[in-house]
């Protein structure tokens, strides 16, 4: 079993819908959880950050860690043509090395 | 500007002839890594540095090797590739790990794409 699991999709969906992209991981250590972008051609990008369990959001962006289910997600609102990508989630445990899921491709439609 | 370069960024090589791909970071950040991406696996890391002359294994370290004589440079080298490591690589580099936005922010490079034939 993979330390992080990612569904790869890929994702197809409408301009202005609300995405929901999720992870789950199996070490209950992992405390730092972070969501990369990586548009196609590119190495991935930084979007999210969060620490340990809550919510957090960043424009139309919002990350949510549920430690107790070992989920994570990130969802975007009013979806954008600009947001299709390849979505990674990554997380580890203190001063550890990241782990990355595999990464979902997203496609948003106009 | 602020950046991560890797160089080459497309490769074409044969079984068992030394390459090199470089990685130089002008951001002094003391934190270096090597990535490898592979369709249906994601990023997997083969070795990082958590500072010059400190180097350790990740996950998939077999075939590669790494160097950190200086801060801003982070070569891979592979000593005699095979077909399994054709891929994408990716070099990063971060303040550090010790946690906050700042040790999160993995600077990517561009990739290098490799074909081993």
């Known amino acids: 079993q993979k330390e992080v699991e990612q569904d790869p999709g890929p994702l197809s969906v409408p301009e202005g819908a609300i995405v929901s992209l999720n992870c789950t991981y199996s070490n209950s250590a992992f405390q730092y959880f972070m969501w990369y972008r990586q548009y196609s051609r590119k190495g991935p990008e930084l979007l999210m950050y969060?620490?340990?369990?809550g919510n957090k959001e960043d424009g139309r962006f919002t990350a949510q860690v549920d430690k107790s289910s070992k989920y994570i997600s990130l969802f975007i609102r009013d979806s954008q043509p600009s947001d299709s990508a390849t979505y990674l989630c990554?997380?580890?445990?203190?001063?550890?090395?990241?782990?990355f899921g595999q990464g979902t491709r997203l496609t948003i439609n106009p | 500007e602020a950046q991560v370069t890797q160089n080459p960024r497309y490769l074409i090589t044969v079984t068992g002839k030394k390459l090199t791909v470089t990685c130089s970071q002008n951001?002094?950040?003391?934190?270096m890594s090597w990535y490898r991406q592979d369709p249906g696996l994601g990023l997997r890391q083969i070795y990082y540095s958590m500072n010059v002359e400190v180097t350790d294994k990740g996950d998939v370290p077999e075939g590669y090797k790494v160097s950190r004589k200086e801060k801003r440079n982070f070569p891979l080298i592979l000593e005699s590739p095979s077909p399994n490591q054709t891929s994408l690589y990716f070099c990063?580099?971060?303040?550090?790990?010790?946690?906050?936005?700042?040790?999160?922010?993995?600077?990517f490079g561009p990739g290098t794409r490799l074909l081993v034939l």
């Open positions: 969060t620490y340990s369990s």
């Open positions: 951001m002094n950040h003391e934190y």
């Open positions: 990554a997380m580890r445990e203190g001063a550890q090395k990241l782990v």
């Open positions: 990063a580099s971060s303040p550090g790990l010790a946690g906050g936005r700042a040790g999160e922010t993995q600077y």
